[in-house]
């Protein structure tokens, strides 16, 4: 089925942020105009150049400036160390919950097809091929995608363009001494001993001191600001005077590419050899990060790892890291998160080897993220689930390296170390079925359960329980093998008398027999589950049987059971659940939806569901539950509703594949609905309302949907006195009026900042005091309780029903 917008240009506008910058920005015009040009004519362009010397920096500047049609994506690979996960990456960054292609590769190339984005690909070197194969796919398979990648070395792709980037200039000390500038070297320096010590202004007599310390680290941005931050506790001719001394025994003195890697190394082995013992211990274990990371978390990781007499006790930990931000080794990186910049990180990972904590350190590492995930795990249905997911999907780069470094057997599968390992990364990965699919990874989910077979190839209670999560999560992308490895988990788990295998087994088969279509043996196994689970008093189970089942009813027709089952389920959640409660809504919507006579109940529904699926960005509740207000609209003659509808789901259904998971039933509403909504209103107004939904913020969108708009409003500035005088705001301030209002119509509080030209932070601070004068605690409760305040809306002129 066509609908007209739907093969449109630009159907589908995305935005993703560039990290704001955290530190100021110095020079590089000349790079920046010349990256400019390239980016302008070119498909592909590398920065290429030494670690440390700005690659990253330049590459985001550059893409703020480029500000293609559909935005530009960061990748940031850095700590991704799985080549075959790129793909996964990538699709995580774009914000794709599809599963239904070939491979997570084709899911990319199909939602970049059409987009005008640049993609940039932040730290390639450690992935030259399987960035190299990826780019080629991707310069191949779409044409208006640009790819910015940053790399020691270009990835050698046909095409490729590559900016080698040198360090920024430091003039001779002559050309100095004769007032020539002092350059940008000098001037980074400047700038992060001002951010250091606040007053610092460069002397005129220490100007020449600064002048030699920045050429004897090479211009290196990286070693320059790891060198002033000593200004703390130096005067600036000591401190030349002491990187000269500690950089002769280093290799610093030849030019090129090499050389400078030497003077970064010598200058972060300098930095490291001034801190304390205390900050030497939390830098090199702060190195198992693979991602950003939580203080809370890293303490309990870097703290005492040698046991009672280390160098770090825990009661120091939060201090120590703090120790380390003051000194540029640690940087913030977004809310309450860290990161080390990776030639930092390398040096700490070598000198944790050095130090023979590797090992301790990793399982503490990966023993962390195993209890984070239970703990997700069983409280996955109590309140603040969307907080608890929001934390595992910042962790999901350190999820990855803990289950690396378990799965990965490195030819020493025989210790019992390593089995050990393996089997604390097996639990992790089943752990976190849950969160695989909660969070659209259903794919990355299924190779962890695929490791984690390889691992155990003999019959055990991992594999049985890989072989269930597997079925389970292939199910979902429609994979053929999983009423088999249903089977074959059930068969296994029976023969070890794991008895919750056993039960999940049959909880997958069911599943998997209800999508193959095979109703009455799904029954069956779903009485099996049943049993098995009430036993075991697996209660998040059976609430997820009562789910599945509700899906087994609406296809076979039989849809008061299908409703009683949802009811069921949704009568079992807590208020602070989404997930479930999303699904179950949605599932009883679709029911309703065929019976004669229950539309208000269906509305009513679906508009549950939309609350909770938008929460937590169930892209596949929401997109079900557009679909059906908009099937809801058209029969109620409302049809510039429903083409901005559909408009919307159509955008989510590119994201996630899979149109109403290929029913045809289901496929047959939304045909009606489409062709309706057409030849009411014509296919130039549809084709207007419709890219209009596809395009605008989801969050708005959704806002208008449950405010039960018909018509999309214009989108003039906003005007406090809006909403003044309505009942409820008066203790509002202009200015959080103002807020509330844009927060009701979707905006995100970034788009808030942007718009009203203050901080983030600040608009944070003011949607909590409106949250706390309102006695509310969310932004939907918000833009409800600003709904049911509002005069009425304007109804659609257009429809059959407003002129009755
Ligand atoms: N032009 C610049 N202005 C200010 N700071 C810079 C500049 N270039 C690099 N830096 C700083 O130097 C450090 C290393 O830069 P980064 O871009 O991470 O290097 P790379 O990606 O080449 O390893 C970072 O802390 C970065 O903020
Ligand atoms: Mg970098």
């Not at 703990?375 to 603040?384: I, N, P, Y």
Request: net charge neutral; charged share 25%.
């Amino acid at each position: 089925m066509n609908s007209p917008a739907a093969s449109g240009p630009g159907a589908v506008q995305r935005r993703w942020h560039l990290p704001a910058d955290v530190s100021g920005f110095v020079g590089r015009s000349g790079e920046l105009g010349r990256l400019a040009g390239l980016l302008g004519s070119e498909r592909l362009v590398t920065v290429a150049g030494p670690g440390g010397v700005g690659k990253t920096r330049l590459a985001l500047r550059a893409a703020a400036d480029a500000a293609p049609a559909d935005g530009s994506c960061l990748v940031e690979l850095s700590g991704l160390t799985v080549p075959e996960l790129l793909p996964d990456t990538v699709a995580l960054r774009l914000g794709l919950q599809r599963g239904g292609e070939a491979s997570r590769l084709e899911a990319v190339l199909g939602e970049l097809r059409d987009r005008k984005l640049l993609l940039i690909l932040d730290t390639c070197e450690h992935l030259i091929t399987a960035c190299a194969d990826f780019v080629k796919r991707v310069l191949r398979d779409t044409s208006d995608v640009k790819i910015l990648a940053t790399s020691r070395q270009p990835l050698h792709v046909p095409g490729e363009e590559v900016l080698r980037l040198g360090p920024l200039p430091v003039p001779s000390a002559d050309a100095a001494d004769a007032g020539a500038g002092a350059g940008d070297a000098v001037e980074l320096f400047t700038q992060r001993a001002a951010a250091a010590v606040s007053g610092f202004k460069l002397a005129a007599d220490d100007l020449l001191h600064v002048v030699k310390l920045c050429r004897r680290l090479d211009g290196i941005p990286l070693a320059i600001e790891l060198a002033a931050v000593r200004v703390r506790a130096l005067p600036i001719a000591e401190l030349a005077a002491r990187i000269e001394a500690g950089l002769v025994a280093g290799t610093g003195t030849r030019r090129g590419s090499t050389g400078r890697h030497q003077t970064l190394h010598a200058a972060i082995e300098w930095s490291y050899g001034l801190c304390t013992g205390a900050e030497k211990a939390a830098w090199r274990r702060l190195s198992v990060f693979a991602g950003t990371f939580d203080p809370a978390v890293a303490r309990d990781v870097i703290a005492a790892v040698g046991g009672a007499g280390d160098d770090l006790p825990l009661e120091q930990a939060d201090e120590v890291l703090d120790e380390l931000v003051d000194k540029s080794v640690v940087l913030p990186a977004g809310p309450g998160r860290y990161r080390l910049l990776d030639s930092v990180r390398e040096y700490g990972a070598a000198r944790l080897a050095e130090a023979g904590e590797d090992t301790e350190c990793r399982e503490r590492y990966l023993n962390w993220y195993l209890t984070l995930t239970r703990e997700f795990s069983h409280r996955l249905v109590a309140d603040g689930q969307p907080e608890r997911l929001g934390q595992l999907r910042a962790e999901h780069a350190n999820i990855r390296g803990a289950l690396e470094y378990g799965l990965s057997n490195g030819g020493q599968k025989s210790t019992p170390g390593a089995a050990a390992r393996a089997r604390s990364a097996a639990k992790l990965a089943a752990a976190l079925f849950p969160y695989w699919v909660m969070s659209g990874s259903i794919r990355e989910g299924m190779r962890w359960q695929e490791r984690t077979l390889d691992w155990f190839a003999e019959p055990s209670t991992e594999r049985a329980s890989a072989l269930a999560n597997l079925s389970l999560l292939g199910t979902t992308v429609g994979v053929g093998a999983a009423v088999g490895q249903a089977n074959e988990a059930i068969a296994m788990a029976a023969r070890l008398g794991d008895d919750r295998t056993h039960a999940r087994g049959y909880l997958a088969l069911h599943f998997a027999l209800t999508t193959a279509g095979r109703y009455q043996e799904a029954l069956d196994a779903a009485q099996q589950a049943r049993r098995r689970l009430e036993a075991l008093g697996a209660e998040h189970a059976l609430r997820t049987l009562d789910m599945q089942l509700a899906l087994t009813y609406v296809h076979t027709r039989n849809f008061e059971a299908a409703i009683e089952h949802a009811q069921r389920l949704l009568r079992s959640l807590g208020p602070g659940e989404r997930w479930l409660r999303g699904n179950g809504h949605a599932l009883a919507a679709l029911a309703y939806y065929q019976q004669p006579g229950r539309q208000a109940e269906c509305e009513n529904a679906v508009r549950a569901a939309l609350c909770a699926t938008q929460e937590i960005s169930n892209l596949v509740g929401e997109a079900y539950s557009l679909e059906v207000l908009a099937w809801l609209a058209v029969d109620a003659g409302r049809c510039q509703r429903a083409a901005w509808l559909l408009g919307a789901a159509h955008a989510l259904w590119e994201r996630t594949g899979g149109r109403l998971s290929g029913s045809v039933v289901l496929d047959g509403y939304h045909k009606r609905a489409t062709a309706m909504a057409v030849s009411t209103l014509g296919t130039a107004k549809y084709t207007e309302l419709h890219t209009a939904g596809a395009t605008r913020p989801f969050a708005e969108i959704v806002a208008l949907a449950i405010a039960g708009a018909d018509v999309l409003p214009e989108q003039p500035d906003p005007r406090a006195d809006e909403i003044s005088g309505w009942e409820g705001t008066e203790s509002l301030t202009v200015r959080e009026r103002e807020i509330a209002v844009l927060v009701a119509r979707g905006l995100s509080n970034r788009d808030i900042a942007a718009r009203l030209v203050i901080s983030k932070r600040t608009v944070d601070a003011h949607v909590n005091h409106i949250f706390a004068k309102l006695g509310l605690s969310s932004r939907v409760q918000l833009t409800i309780w600003l709904r049911d305040r509002a005069p009425a809306r304007p109804v659609d002129e257009l429809s059959p029903v407003a002129h009755a």
